[in-house]
């Protein structure tokens, strides 16, 4: 009886847990919420004394993905969620392209109670990176490499010494700021939200080659541009 009860206790709490996930205010948001939550995302990391390293990698990146709510629920067994989009980039000329939309899902098991938001930023080192985000779906660490995102004043002081991943990652929850892990999330292309703010079902890989140029967008290619300025700091 009392291990009956037991399980239903972990199953309801897994359950509530999960549905906070579900119904998080930062999820469901429009392709402009998307941006402008984006912007601020791009400014708060920018602020951060020990961004130069992450500011050395989207100076050359190919591309970049921002989720300005990575919403994790657990009670041992949890789960994670965000909504975000993709920008793709000539370093060559300092070019933006997109912005294309997108989900990220993730699940987790140990010891871990309760809801927490941080927000994602993911640099997109080479071509072989770009190339994933042209498709509709695809599993990080195991359809590509992704390593958690070095962070100080040179990003060749990472861990990754030879800076090799097509993807690094970083987050920033409440201030702190730091490279992430995302290996077994999963990236899902927004059909739905790509197609209301292009005005036309369009997929992904000709949303890249559309340069970024509506007005809306311009705030976070200005943020990004004034991160790049922070290189070698």
């Known amino acids: 009886m009392k291990e009956t009860l037991s399980k239903k206790v972990i199953v309801s709490l897994v359950t509530l847990s999960l549905l906070l996930l579900l ?12 941006i402008t939550s984006s912007v601020h995302v791009v400014r708060d990391m920018s ?58 899902t993730g699940a987790s098991i ?5 809801v927490q938001s941080t927000a994602l930023l993911l640099v997109v080192t080479n071509q072989k990176g ?36 097509s993807i690094y990652s970083y987050s920033i929850n409440k201030g702190l700021f730091a490279g992430l892990s995302l290996s077994g999330a999963m990236m899902t292309t927004d059909h ?19 340069k970024a140029s509506a007005a809306g967008i311009q705030p976070l290619i200005s943020a990004l541009n004034d991160l790049i300025k922070r290189s070698g700091q």
């Open 130 to 165: 770009m190339d994933r985000f042209y498709g509709d779906k695809f599993k990080l660490g195991a359809d590509i490499d992704i390593a958690a995102g070095p962070v100080g004043r040179s990003a060749g002081a990472a861990t990754d010494v030879n800076l090799q991943a």
């Open 23 to 34: 119904t998080a205010p930062a999820l469901a948001a429009t392709a402009n919420e998307r």
């Open 110 to 114: 140990g010891l871990q109670i309760g």
């Open 192 to 210: 739905d939200i790509n197609a209301t703010y292009w005005g036309t079902s369009i997929n992904s890989r000709d949303i890249l080659q559309k």
């Open 47 to 104: 602020k951060e004394e020990d961004v130069g390293a992450m500011a050395d990698l989207v100076k050359s990146a190919k591309g970049v993905v921002i989720v300005p709510n990575y919403v994790k629920a657990a009670f041992g067994i949890g789960g994670a969620r965000g909504e975000g989009l993709i920008l793709r980039r000539d370093p060559a000329t300092n070019t933006w392209f997109g912005p294309g939309f997108l989900s990220v």
